[in-house]
């Protein structure tokens, strides 16, 4: 049977928070509806980056814009199955809202799965549905959470996860993967399929959400998944860039968050690997130079284990010369490469559209990652059945 899911916005949510579990569940095949009060569908709220960078406190700069597909005024709490609340400093203020608080209390009442991440759980507590509940949060909201009766559960890590009941919470989005799969298990969902091996291909400034969505809904349905960056290590970091559309003539771009990669490029063993994940962004123009990039890709694409390349990333397939006689599209200021490359364009209209051409995967930008990871999962095999 079909879920569908609520996911409750406002300004300055942190931006993995709401992106990752949206994509992601939208991905796994379930309904989900975006609100914020006083906004209605196909308004934007304004999202922040917030990771620790060695100061006292986590520092913040300004996120993708997130765009709403359904109207708070005119919901219906009992129409779905879940309720999603990203943290950030929307919490803040939505935890004075009295409709907010009305609309968590219908989820608790009715025993429905809510899941809360980070500042989240301000809410949680202004709506007194955590009494006798254990659950962990952003470490700076346990004084709160204790004041109202919660047994609070101290992150170990940021990525601690607690399942309680009808309650899950996270410390962080670096919890994502556990907390997205704690998630679904609690609507009923289960994951076949999904011993797979994933290798992402990063670079600095890769496009934020097009490294972060896929890598942690991957995780969350149980596959191992690594990333590496040439001439980086295990534990190196790669910088981000939000692109993002905002009325020009073309994208914009802020700086992300910091993605810490897993294995070290130099050595690696591709052949251990499923599949591979090429994400967008700035990186591959220069990851195209990289003759080991090139023999990376080709040996994927000789092989024929899918390939997934998502908005810039098909610079890359271009240089490998691993598209003649494919269907595929890409980022549309892209097109020249795929063209030249003897690729046979697939427009992107809407730009959410992504292709499968055999093993091979494509998709214009962010926006089509539902379709874009469902795509990849339904090439390795993997299901989610509710």
Same mark, same amino acid.
């Given at each position: ?94 935890? =004075?809202?009295?409709? #907010?608080? *009305? &609309?968590?209390?219908?989820? @608790?009442? !009715?025993? /429905?799965? %809510?899941?809360?991440? $980070? ?60 907390? =997205?799969?704690?998630? #679904?298990? *609690? &609507?009923?969902?289960?994951? @076949?399929? !999904?011993? /797979?091996? %994933?290798?992402?291909? $990063? ?184």
């Amino acid at each position: 049977m079909a879920k569908s899911v609520l996911i409750l916005c406002g300004d300055y949510m942190e931006d993995y928070e709401v992106m990752v579990p949206f994509q992601a569940l939208l991905a796994y095949g379930i309904s989900v509806d975006a609100v914020c009060p006083g906004k209605k569908a196909g308004d934007s709220c304004r999202t922040a980056v917030h990771q620790l960078s060695g100061h006292q406190t986590y520092s913040e700069s300004r996120g993708h814009n997130f765009a709403l597909n359904a109207t708070f005024s005119e919901i219906e709490a009992s129409k779905y199955d879940g309720l999603v609340i990203p943290g950030g400093r929307a919490p803040e203020y939505l935890a =004075i809202d009295e409709s #907010v608080l *009305a &609309l968590v209390r219908k989820f @608790s009442e !009715s025993g /429905k799965p %809510i899941a809360s991440v $980070c500042h989240g759980q301000l809410i949680l507590a202004a709506a007194d549905v955590v009494k006798g509940k254990r659950c962990t949060a952003f470490p700076a909201v346990k004084p709160t959470l204790l004041s109202v009766g919660s047994h609070w559960v101290e992150p170990e890590t940021m990525l601690t996860c607690v399942a309680d009941g009808n309650l899950i919470t996270a410390a962080t989005y670096g919890g994502h993967p556990e907390f =997205i799969q704690l998630f #679904v298990k *609690a &609507l009923g969902g289960t994951v @076949s399929g !999904s011993d /797979k091996r %994933i290798l992402f291909l $990063c670079g600095d400034y890769m496009e934020d959400y097009e490294v972060m969505v896929p890598f942690q809904s991957l995780q969350a349905l149980g596959c191992h998944v690594d990333a590496a960056c040439p001439k980086k290590k295990s534990g190196d970091i790669c910088p981000t860039a939000i692109h993002d559309f905002e009325g020009d003539q073309t994208y914009s771009e802020k700086p992300g968050h910091d993605f810490s990669l897993t294995e070290t490029f130099e050595g690696l063993n591709y052949s251990s690997y499923d599949a591979l994940v090429i994400p967008g962004g700035r990186a591959p123009e220069y990851l195209a130079l990289d003759e080991k990039v090139l023999a990376l890709v080709k040996h994927f694409m000789e092989a024929e284990k899918p390939v997934a390349s998502i908005c810039h990333g098909q610079q890359i397939l271009s240089a490998a010369d691993v598209l003649k006689g494919r269907k595929c599209t890409a980022y549309p200021a892209v097109k020249l490469n795929v063209v030249l490359a003897g690729a046979t364009w697939l427009a992107p209209d809407p730009i959410d559209r992504c292709f499968t051409d055999g093993n091979l995967v494509t998709g214009a930008a962010w926006p089509g990652h539902p379709q874009f990871i469902s795509q990849l999962m339904t090439l390795l095999g993997i299901k989610v059945s509710f």
